[in-house]
């Protein structure tokens, strides 16, 4: 537009001065046809010719402001789409300038929220880390104190260490000792159809029902993965028997469908634990036959 503008204002310039050379040319002939004694008709078309130049300058002049109005308007229309070019131009450099603000927060977020997970995950591995002590802490002491850490039974060790010092105090006293062997009835068989945590659910069970019917004294130790042993001082075959009748009669109440078969010993002199054990254990195969 700017250029446009220019090139019409050249024209203009190069209009005005044809139209000053004509209206010279035609002072001329104007003064040409007062002095030379030229004959009427010369004078009047000498006349004639000068309005005409004079006509056609004006009109050379009128053309010339009409390009200089356009050039005005064209410079104007320029500066306009110049001026909301400019704005635009900064409109859009603002939005860039709040984009790149935002982007520079976002990355600030991302970091620091990066920072925070690391951190959590440091946390998070060192809680494992001290859970797993914990855990094999615990599993140590379960193991040196000698209970079993699913039934809350005597582990192997423990009980027969345990049943050991009651055959020897039954025979310094000369008193009466019961042996039981207690067999958890399908366990194998709930752990391949309901899985594993269905059968420690049953030898809890087991365990807690044994708890309930015998003394606190009664010795109770778990020998096997389904199996127990009970040692009961001071108590003859009748008595121990009923004491596993309500063992029974509670666990099929707290859990229906599970039951235990026992075998039976008592104490003979010069009996070992291994003896007295066995021979509860022979009970075992006994009762399995006569159920």
Request: glycine share 8%.
């Amino acid at each position: 537009g700017r250029a446009e503008a220019a090139d019409s204002r050249a024209q203009a310039i190069n209009d005005r001065r044809v139209a000053a050379e004509d209206r010279a040319h035609a002072a001329k002939d104007r003064e040409d046809s007062g002095t030379d004694e030229l004959t009427a008709l010369r004078r009047r078309e000498a006349g004639l010719a000068a309005r005409d130049r004079d006509v056609a300058a004006g009109l050379r002049d009128r053309e010339a402001e009409a390009r200089d109005d356009a050039a005005g308007d064209f410079d104007r229309t320029a500066g306009d789409r110049a001026a909301t070019n400019r704005q635009r131009a900064a409109d859009e450099g603002a939005r860039a300038d709040s984009g790149r603000a935002e982007a520079a927060d976002s990355r600030v977020r991302a970091i620091n929220d990066r920072r925070v997970a690391a951190a959590d995950r440091a946390q998070g591995s060192h809680d494992r880390q001290i859970a797993a002590e914990d855990r094999a802490l615990a599993a140590k002491d379960r193991e040196d104190s000698g209970t079993d850490e699913l039934t809350g039974a005597s582990r192997r060790g423990a009980g027969l260490a345990a049943i050991g010092r009651e055959i020897d105090r039954a025979e310094r006293d000369s008193s009466e000792l019961m042996a039981a062997y207690v067999d958890v009835v399908g366990l194998k068989l709930v752990n391949d159809t309901t899985g594993h945590a269905s059968g420690d659910t049953l030898l809890v069970a087991v365990a807690s029902s044994l708890r309930a019917c015998l003394r606190s004294y009664d010795v109770i130790a778990r020998v096997g993965g389904d199996e127990f042993v009970c040692v009961l001082p001071g108590i003859t075959m009748e008595p121990a028997r009923r004491r596993f009748e309500a063992v029974s009669a509670m666990l099929a109440n707290v859990s229906p469908g599970a039951s235990i078969t026992v075998g039976f010993a008592q104490l003979a002199s010069g009996d070992t634990t291994e003896d007295l054990i066995q021979r509860a254990d022979d009970g075992v195969s006994r009762a399995r036959r006569r159920g």
